[in-house]
């Protein structure tokens, strides 16, 4: 099994991977990952509108919107967020790492957490609820110093 810990700083447009082999290596960059749609609002990335209906039998007779219940930004920073999980249990089966560190803003964080599978999230060894996506890699490995021995 290998010996090295792999970092995923990540937000809605991107990610990258990171692998640190013990005290002192620092990080080396394994995969950068690029989703421009994170970036994109619901408006630009849908292809018609919600329709509009006329109330029925209620108080009020205007109109009202027949929303969805997940956009398409959200629809789409999931399925990212699912990839991202899956890049990470593939790699966990092929034994590239011990342990995993997820750097990620709080929402996005929640998402990445919740796409992993059981095996996978056992793998966690920390988190960090911070957006470092537009971090240089050397201030990504002062800010994690704390947690990880680079």
Same mark, same amino acid.
Do not use: C
């Given at each position: 099994?290998?010996?090295?810990?792999?970092?995923?700083?990540?937000?809605?447009?991107?990610?990258?991977?990171?692998?640190?082999?013990?005290?002192?290596?620092?990080?080396?960059?394994?995969?950068?990952?690029?989703?421009?749609?994170?970036?994109?609002?619901?408006?630009?990335?849908?292809? #018609?509108? $919600?329709?509009?209906?006329?109330?029925?039998?209620?108080? =009020?007779?205007?109109? *009202?919107?027949?929303? +969805?219940? !997940?956009?398409?930004?959200?629809?789409?920073?999931?399925?990212?967020?699912?990839?991202?999980?899956?890049?990470?249990?593939?790699?966990?089966?092929?034994?590239?790492?011990?342990?995993?560190?997820?750097?990620?803003?709080?929402?996005?964080?929640?998402?990445?957490?919740?796409?992993? #599978?059981? $095996?996978?999230?056992?793998?966690?060894?920390?988190?960090? =609820?911070?957006?470092? *996506?537009?971090?240089? +890699?050397? !201030?990504?490995?002062?800010?994690?110093?704390?947690?990880?021995?680079?």
């Amino acid at each position: 099994m290998m010996t090295s810990t792999w970092i995923v700083v990540a937000h809605e447009a991107g990610a990258r991977f990171f692998e640190n082999r013990g005290r002192g290596t620092g990080l080396e960059l394994v995969e950068e990952v690029e989703h421009p749609e994170g970036r994109a609002r619901d408006r630009d990335m849908a292809s #018609d509108r $919600p329709g509009r209906s006329f109330r029925k039998n209620s108080g =009020d007779p205007g109109r *009202a919107s027949m929303g +969805q219940s !997940e956009g398409p930004h959200d629809r789409a920073v999931s399925d990212f967020a699912r990839a991202l999980a899956d890049k990470l249990q593939d790699a966990r089966v092929q034994n590239r790492y011990r342990g995993v560190v997820l750097v990620a803003p709080p929402k996005f964080l929640g998402l990445l957490r919740s796409s992993l #599978d059981g $095996p996978t999230a056992q793998l966690v060894m920390a988190a960090l =609820d911070k957006d470092l *996506a537009a971090s240089k +890699q050397d !201030e990504i490995v002062e800010r994690l110093g704390d947690l990880i021995t680079l």
